[in-house]
């Protein structure tokens, strides 16, 4: 096995140069979503690099079948009604020459709005284009170590392996690295009705001297009608049999609480000391609080409602809360077994290891969330591997990009709260106010020049670096 002699200069993690012995091997692990495109990105540039997958020798609880880039759900890869938020990450991967849109391009079938596949041709067109590519050995085998000597791209998904998952364990600290997923769901900041929601701390303890959270006050009979709401609504069916029962008691979904009691939601997520309603000048009966976070500005998490319910049955349920009535959905709550490190703490925008910068993440296991973000961030830690084996200078994206966005998202989110993410405009940088007032209330006008603005920046990092 070929290894790479790695010489620092001066600079920042994300922009050091790397003198790499150019015919030396990057190592991708994982011949999933993201380890293809990586792989095939490398490539592309001229350097050569070993794909390890270890199906068909060892299968996941997810997979069917020994083919690379197997969709283990869905068949859609989402919205391409455009500018749309998945459109627009879409159509960046389409001017990045991505192989998997070309070949889920070629795999399209009928699916109104969105780009579904048919899940056979994809995986086979990915394949063989895997296999017919001179720079690419693919090997089938598990890998259990991640080794010195080469640069190497972990992608071995949410369903890594158990040696391999150690190892990640040993190099980013165990803490660090998650096993399930309890996502919480998203609602845009300008749906929230601020008449009725209320902006407090608890006990007025504010952790940077505003006040911290959105606060959605029930009375009584508000109350009573959501949690029985709560328990008649549907759950959604698990995928693996890993997710049927995946419950920690520090994370339980709203719906299993409320499952033990009528009372225990009033004294666990929705506990309402220490806050005032400054309408009734009284304590709510139960609250619902909504959090905002550093790198999404123009949304609220809610807090601690990570669910197993049908994304409709969440929409129907969670518009009960007073406030949301008209609430848009950004995202859903989900709880899913899904091997995932804490982006934020570890990893820098190129997605770079910052304690081992030959060391890329991408995919699922990155923590980012879904098809396209996947084979996004594959995209980008392939093309960033091959700059560093090559001795050049290594080029995040534009900020301004769905895929620069994502990865500041994946690196820069806040640590303590870490949740893998979609692509959604609330990743995105805000428009400059003049454009923002201008727009203010055309929200698909607004969405249109993010858009704009994206690809652009897009075309003017492509027309210097190809
Ligand atoms: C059950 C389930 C359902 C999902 N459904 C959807 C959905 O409907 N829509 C959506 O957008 N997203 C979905 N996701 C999330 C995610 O988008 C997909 O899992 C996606 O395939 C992730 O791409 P990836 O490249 O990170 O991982 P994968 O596509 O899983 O690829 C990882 C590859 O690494 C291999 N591997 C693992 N460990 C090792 C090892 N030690 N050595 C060598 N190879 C190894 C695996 O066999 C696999 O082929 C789902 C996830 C799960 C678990």
Redesign the pocket.
């Known amino acids: 096995m070929s290894s790479i002699i790695f010489g620092r200069s001066e600079g920042t993690a994300a922009t050091e140069r790397y003198a790499g012995d150019v015919a030396s091997r990057i190592h991708v692990?994982?011949?999933?979503?993201?380890?293809c495109e990586a792989a095939w990105q490398i490539a592309r540039t001229g350097v050569e690099c070993t794909l390890?997958?270890?199906?068909p020798l060892r299968s996941?609880a997810?997979?069917k079948t020994d083919r690379l880039?197997?969709?283990?759900?869905?068949n859609s890869l989402k919205s391409e009604s455009e500018n749309s938020a998945p459109w627009l990450l879409k159509e960046e991967l389409r001017r990045l020459d991505s192989m998997l849109l070309h070949a889920a391009q070629e795999a399209r079938v009928p699916g109104g709005q969105a780009l579904t596949v048919d899940r056979e041709v994809f995986a086979e067109r990915v394949s063989r284009a895997i296999a017919e590519n001179p720079r690419i050995e693919l090997r089938r085998?598990?890998?259990?170590r991640i080794g010195d000597g080469n640069i190497t791209i972990v992608?071995?998904?949410?369903?890594?392996?158990g040696?391999?998952a150690e190892d990640i364990g040993r190099i980013t600290g165990a803490e660090r690295l998650f096993f399930y997923d309890s996502i919480s769901p998203i609602v845009e900041a300008d749906s929230i009705d601020l008449t009725t929601a209320f902006r407090a701390s608890r006990y007025g303890k504010s952790l940077d001297g505003s006040d911290d959270y959105l606060n959605c006050p029930f009375d009584r009979g508000q109350y009573e009608r959501f949690v029985d709401a709560l328990l008649a609504a549907d759950p959604v069916p698990a995928?693996?049999p890993e997710d049927a029962t995946p419950f920690f008691e520090a994370c339980l979904p709203i719906e299993e609480l409320a499952r033990r009691g009528r009372e225990t939601l009033r004294f666990g997520p929705m506990k309402p000391v220490g806050l005032v309603d400054p309408r009734t000048g009284r304590r709510p009966y139960a609250v619902v609080q909504l959090r905002q976070e550093n790198l999404r500005a123009a949304s609220y998490n809610l807090v601690g409602f990570q669910n197993h319910m049908r994304f409709g049955e969440q929409g129907r349920v969670f518009r009960m809360i007073p406030g949301l009535e008209k609430a848009e959905f950004l995202r859903y709550g989900q709880i899913?077994?899904?091997t995932y490190i804490n982006g934020p703490a570890l990893l820098g925008e190129t997605l770079q290891l910052r304690t081992r910068p030959e060391v890329f993440f991408a995919?699922?296991?990155s923590g980012v969330?879904?098809?396209v973000e996947?084979i996004a961030t594959?995209l980008l830690a392939g093309r960033h591997a091959a700059e560093m084996a090559a001795g050049e200078t290594i080029r995040p994206f534009p900020r301004e990009t769905a895929i620069g966005s994502l990865c500041a998202y994946v690196s820069g989110a806040d640590v303590t709260n870490y949740q893998p993410a979609n692509i959604t405009f609330d990743l995105l940088p805000q428009l400059d106010e003049a454009t923002r007032h201008r727009l203010r209330h055309d929200k698909k006008a607004r969405h249109a020049e993010v858009c704009r603005r994206a690809l652009e920046k897009l075309d003017e990092y492509r027309a210097v670096y190809a």
């Open positions: 692990l994982g011949g999933g979503l993201a380890g390890f997958e270890m199906r996941t997810a997979h880039a197997e969709l283990v759900c869905s085998e598990e890998v259990t992608a071995t998904g949410p369903l890594t392996s040696g391999l995928h693996i899913h077994r899904n995919g699922q296991v969330e879904g098809y996947s594959g």
